[in-house]
C-alpha cells in the first residue's frame, strides 16, 4: 500500500497528490524522460549518509517510475558520486548544469561538497534542494534558487546543546570534530551557542578524521575537567575511534553529538558494545520510537522498506526516508508545476505544511529553510532497531 501524502499549497486546493493521474502532458514531452540531477557520496570516507539517503532517493524513482511516472514521463536520475571530496562536487556541477542541462540537483548531500558546489549552481541558474544542514547554504539573496529540505546547523546543534544543558544539565564540554567543511563548521557555530547557555567549553579542537590516535586529544579533555564529549562529523571511523578510546580509558562520560554515531557502520566499527552505552546523537521526531512506537507514517515506510528488502543495517531511518522524501518532492513538484528551475522555484516558493517521512517542511519567498525546530530531538543510540531509535531520556510528546 503506498503511503498517502497530502501537499498544501497557499492559494491551491488542498488534496491528496497522486503522481499516476491521468494528466496530460504536452505532446513533445510525453516521451521524454525528466532528468535530475544528483550528486550523492556514495564513496570515499564520509559516504555513510549518502549511501542511506541514496537507498531512499532510488526507491522513491522506482516508486514513481513503476507506477507511470509523471504525467507519463518517467523520471532519470543524472548521478555522479561526489566521492566526498568538494572538487568532485565542482566537477560535477559544470557537466549537470551546462552538458546535462538539468533543471533541477538534489545535493550534495555532505556539507562540505556543498558549499563548494551551491554557488556554481546558483550562477547557472538552477533549482537546488539541499538535504544539508550548514547554514550558509541557504541564503534568499545569494541563492534564490536554493531550498533546504532539512534542518539547519543551528537547529541541528541548538538540540544537541539543549540536551547537554538543559536536560543533563552539564556545565564543561568538550567539542570535537574532523576537519572537513562541515565539520569545521559546525564547531565553529555551536561553541558560542554553548557559552550562551552557560556551558564551559574546555577543549575545542579540529582533527584529521584519518588520524588513528586520538587518545592525546580525550587525555586532554579527561584533564579539562569534560564532563561530556561533543563530536561533529559524518566519518563513522573517527567517531567509533572517538568511542572505543573512551572506552579503553574508562572515561564514563556522555557522548551527545552528530547522527552518525548512532550509525550501523559505527556500530560495527566499535570494539565493544558497551562503547555505545551513554551515547546521544542527533534525531528527528518523526523517525524515533515513543513509548515504543514509530509514528504511523515512519511506521508505514518502514513496512515499505522491509517489503522492498532495503537494507537497513548499516544506515538509518531518517537518512533513506530524506532520500524518499526528496524523491516524491521533486515528482510532486514536476507535476503541479513543471520541470524547468524557475516553475519549480515558484512553487517551491508556496509549500505549506508539507508532510515527509522525515519531517514537515514549509517554504516561503523570505525563507528557505522549513524544518520544525520541535522536530529536532536527540535518541539513544544503544536502543538501534530498524534504523530508528528511542528519543533520549528527558523528552516528553
Known sequence: MSIKRRTVLTGSAAGVVSLTSGLAAPAIAQSDPIRIGYLPALTGPSSSTGVGINRGVQLGIDEINAAG?????????????????????VNAVAELTQRQKVGVIFGPVNSGEALAATPLIAR??????????????????????????????????????????????????AVISDTTGYGTAS??????????KGVEVVYQGHVDAANPDLKPDMLRMQSAGAQVIMPWSVNAGFLSRILN????????????GQTTLGSGQTKALLE???NWNKVYSNNFRNCCYENGKLPARAQEFVDRLKKSKIEMGDTLLWWIALGWDGAQMMAQTFKAAGTKSDEIVAYWNKVKDWPGVYGTVTWTPEQHNGFPDREVVMCEVNSLKDGAFNLAPGYSS
Request: charged share 25%; glycine share 8%; with cysteine.
Open 69 to 89: 511516472g509523471v504525467n507519463g514521463r518517467k523520471l532519470e536520475l543524472i548521478v555522479r558520486d561526489t566521492q566526498s571530496e568538494p572538487t568532485k562536487a
Open 124 to 173: 547557472d541558474k538552477v533549482a537546488m534542494l539541499h538535504p544539508c544542514w550548514v547554514d550558509e547554504l541557504i541564503d534568499v539573496k545569494k541563492y534564490p534558487m536554493a531550498f533546504r529540505i532539512a534542518p539547519t546547523n543551528t537547529q541541528v546543534g541548538g538540540g544537541a546543546n539543549f540536551y547537554v544543558a538543559d536536560v543533563l544539565k552539564l556545565k564543561k564540554a
Open 187 to 196: 564547531v565553529n557555530t555551536y561553541v558560542p551557542m554553548l557559552k550562551a
Open 245 to 256: 578510546t573512551r572506552g579503553a580509558m574508562g572515561w564514563d562520560v556522555p557522548v551527545v
Open 272 to 274: 565493544k558494545p558497551e
